[in-house]
């Protein structure tokens, strides 16, 4: 088949055959291939703190210009508008010096990544808190209806309410003391909520973390990652400070300076303190 002589009918005929056929060009698969690799790189999860490094590293490689070792406001503006620019920029640059190198960029990626990983948590035991808050109090309220029921049916006979009332008296008796405990850890997990999962706490003159937080017990982390489970009744009557809640905390230093020191050096070394 010569190019001259083909008609348009039969060129009708190739592209139909070739569109039922299901057959692809190789551009159009080499970019779906990429398209799709891409897709993966782009939505894949930050899971540990090793990736987070390694995504720091990206970032980093790919916003810094070739030979440099710190990124500027300039680079982050190809990437962001002025606006977010000056809303992240002192965030990651702590030093205030305008210039953000590897470590500092790798510290505030790994920083916002145990911060989610943080809110997670506590989102995820804020949740099942409130799913075990819900089913007791969905049992207190049925205990609460069929009582109702029986007095507005006259099923419920003088007999029967004081069958009723000393089953009751008896459920006092025995549960009464868990009961107690019960009300005072929701009291204290959503009325005072001292801590979310993550914060840094210390309690009886021990540093820990916050690892989970259920409706009786709280569990923490300690430095040497022992876990330690508290009570919430018991953590009611405890004093905790709380890191993450205070405000800018500061810290003091005594230096003793031998007597003979020279002036010409004090100067400099308070200069250098104040940096």
């Not at 049925?142 to 099923?155: D, E, F, N, P, Q």
């Not at 850890?185 to 005072?192: K, Q």
């Not at 009786?216 to 709380?242: A, G």
Request: glycine share 4%.
């Amino acid at each position: 088949m010569k190019q001259e002589k083909v008609s348009a009918w039969t060129m009708k005929m190739l592209v139909d055959m070739i569109s039922n056929s299901g057959l692809t060009t190789l551009s159009s698969a080499i970019d779906e291939t990429v398209y799709d690799r891409v897709n993966e790189q782009t939505d894949k999860e930050i899971t540990n703190e090793e990736e987070a490094i390694a995504a720091a590293y990206h970032i980093f490689r790919n916003v810094a210009q070739p030979g440099c070792n710190y990124i500027d406001e300039f680079d982050l503006r190809r990437f962001m508008i002025k606006e977010e620019v000056d809303f992240v920029f002192p965030m990651i640059d702590t030093a205030e010096t305008g210039q953000i190198n590897r470590k500092a960029l790798t510290e505030w990626v790994v920083k916002v990544y145990k911060d989610s990983k943080a809110l997670a948590h506590a989102l995820n035991d804020t949740k099942t808190a409130i799913k075990q808050l819900n089913k007791l109090v969905t049992v207190i309220l049925l205990v609460v209806i069929i009582i109702v029921w029986l007095l507005l049916t006259g099923i419920a006979t003088t007999k029967v309410l004081i069958v009723l009332s000393s089953q009751l008296v008896l459920a006092v008796f025995i549960f009464g003391n868990s009961c107690k405990t019960v009300f005072e850890a929701i009291i204290f997990l959503f009325v005072m909520h001292p801590f979310d999962v993550g914060d840094c706490c210390v309690i009886d003159g021990v540093q820990m973390m916050v690892e989970e937080t259920n409706i009786l017990t709280t569990v923490f982390l300690r430095f040497d990652n022992e876990k330690i489970y508290h009570p919430n009744s018991v953590l009611v009557t405890k004093p905790i400070s709380n890191f993450y809640r205070s405000p800018d905390m500061g810290d003091s230093l005594e230096l003793s300076i031998d007597f003979k020191t020279p002036l010409e050096k004090i100067g400099p070394l308070k200069e250098k303190i104040k940096k």
